[in-house]
């Protein structure tokens, strides 16, 4: 597609439950970058994907959230057991390069 | 350790006239700045950007300022429009080794009302 798409657009779960969340990033970018914006907050970093190297996962907030990759294309990004503070816009994001980096309209997830 | 930061929150301006946003950095390796404006319930969309050998990038009403010794940039809209009325982000970045591509840094984000 022409930009980056996520899915689903809303999402509201049991707290405990686990999630997954997607990204189609646009064709022939080669990062891909998850963010989450919580309410009244900036966006915070969490995970980044470039080409084949390994991750940069520093922005995980903890192990119960894991992202994955696949054929250099669509991620996923998995929390597990979520907590009630889970809730926020999760936001994926597409780039070439520095310039050009394209997000998705997001993912707004609430855990009651 | 908030690296990038725009201290205020919000901003009301008159439409017609100069609307400011700030931004402060810490990371002095930081050499990419961006910034993105959000409506509510989409994505960021990319603004102008300037790079650290530049102290000035203007695209028609938008206009970016870096100051590298106050490590501050700031964002000038003229004339403001109600079309303008947003979240703005500020963003940075440090080039990664060698490679191009790399996460971005965000301020929490100024809210600018545009009035009529």
């Known amino acids: 597609g022409a930009g980056v798409s996520q899915s689903p657009s809303n999402k509201v779960t049991e707290k405990g439950k686990d999630v997954e969340l997607r990204c189609d990033p646009i064709?022939?970018?080669?990062?891909l970058y998850w963010y989450r914006q919580s309410l009244g907050q900036g966006l915070e970093f969490l995970i980044y994907?470039?080409?084949?190297?390994?991750?940069?996962k520093s922005g995980l907030p903890s192990d119960r959230f894991s992202a994955e990759r696949t054929g250099g294309s669509v991620s996923t990004l998995t929390i597990q057991r979520t907590q009630q503070e889970d809730s926020a816009v999760y936001l994926c994001?597409?780039?070439?390069?520095?310039?050009?980096?394209?997000f998705g309209s997001g993912t707004r997830l609430t855990v009651v | 350790d908030q690296q990038v930061k725009q201290n205020s929150p919000s901003l009301s301006v008159q439409e017609g006239r100069i609307s400011i946003l700030n931004c402060d950095y810490t990371n002095s390796m930081f050499d990419y700045f961006l910034w993105y404006k959000k409506y509510p319930a989409e994505g960021p969309t990319f603004l102008i950007s300037?790079?650290?050998?530049?102290d000035k990038n203007e695209d028609g009403r938008f206009t970016v300022f870096l100051n590298k010794s106050a490590k501050h940039l700031s964002l000038h809209i003229v004339p403001s429009q109600p079309g303008d009325s947003a979240v703005y982000f500020c963003a940075a970045s440090a080039r990664i080794r060698s490679s191009n591509t790399g996460k971005l840094i965000f301020g929490q984000g100024t809210t600018l009302q545009v009035k009529p």
């Open positions: 994907f470039q080409g084949n190297s390994a991750p940069d």
């Open positions: 994001a597409s780039s070439l390069g520095r310039v050009g980096y394209t």
């Open positions: 064709s022939g970018h080669t990062a």
């Open positions: 300037i790079s650290s050998i530049k």
